[in-house]
């Protein structure tokens, strides 16, 4: 079964600070990696990535794809208190049906 | 805003009873799926539709069951309620039946008392 791990479970820093969220995941046939943010309900989607070693960006959020050491990160530069979510990481298997598996979810807390 | 839409936003209930959670995929979108997310299992999938068709099945209960009609809105119908499915549950959409991203929707927050 596709597992999927996220750490760390939660991190706080400061407005301004510079984050790096980790996800790993161990699948059997790996299809795409996907990240979205959870802030008061529903799941948003930030990026989805296909190929090892190309870096997707927006704005302040970057993440980018190691598909030899079954890992992504998602990086946030100086970062503001709406950056304050749950940030979940999932693997779709995507082959003849689209189930996601998601990791556990990194809380970030950003203090002003 | 997602364009994903989903009734009823909260839902108090008693254990034993039946529920139905409704969805309305973005417009366009031809595939639904249903997550249920609760504090120690984190998200989980439950099923996918596809035009109509269930695609397929994640961890869902026997005594959970769902349905796409026609105009494509989804239902998750849950009976027998428990104390312990007392969860979000969302839905979520995408244009075809497996790579594309999916767009979730606002959730219907479950409380079985």
């Known amino acids: 079964e596709d597992k999927v791990v996220q750490s760390p479970l939660s991190l706080v820093v400061h407005e301004g600070d510079t984050v790096t969220l980790n996800c790993s995941y161990e699948?059997?046939?790996?299809?795409?990696l996907l990240w979205y943010k959870q802030e008061k309900k529903a799941p948003t989607f930030l990026f989805m990535l296909t190929s090892s070693g190309i870096e997707k960006k927006s704005g302040r959020l970057s993440s980018i794809l190691d598909k030899k050491e079954l890992f992504s990160i998602l990086n946030i530069t100086a970062t503001q208190t709406g950056d304050s979510a749950i940030y979940l990481c999932?693997?779709?298997?995507?082959?003849?049906?689209?189930?996601?598996?998601f990791g556990q979810g990194t809380i970030l807390t950003v203090h002003p | 805003d997602s364009g994903v839409t989903q009734t009823p936003k909260h839902l108090i209930t008693a254990t034993g009873q039946r529920v139905t959670l409704r969805c309305s995929p973005r417009s366009g979108d031809l595939s639904v799926y249903w997550y249920q997310q609760s504090l120690d299992q984190g998200l989980q999938f439950l099923i996918q539709y596809y035009n109509g068709e269930e695609r397929a099945k994640g961890n869902i209960l026997e005594r959970f069951s769902a349905q796409q009609f026609p105009d494509l809105h989804s239902e998750l119908n849950l009976s027998s309620l428990e104390l312990g499915d007392s969860a979000l549950y969302f839905c979520?959409?995408?244009?075809?039946?497996?790579?594309?991203?999916?767009?979730f929707g606002p959730g219907t927050r479950l409380l079985v008392l």
């Open positions: 699948v059997t046939n790996f299809r795409s």
């Open positions: 979520a959409s995408s244009v075809g039946g497996s790579r594309e991203t999916q767009y």
């Open positions: 999932a693997h779709n298997r995507g082959t003849s049906y689209g189930k996601l598996t």
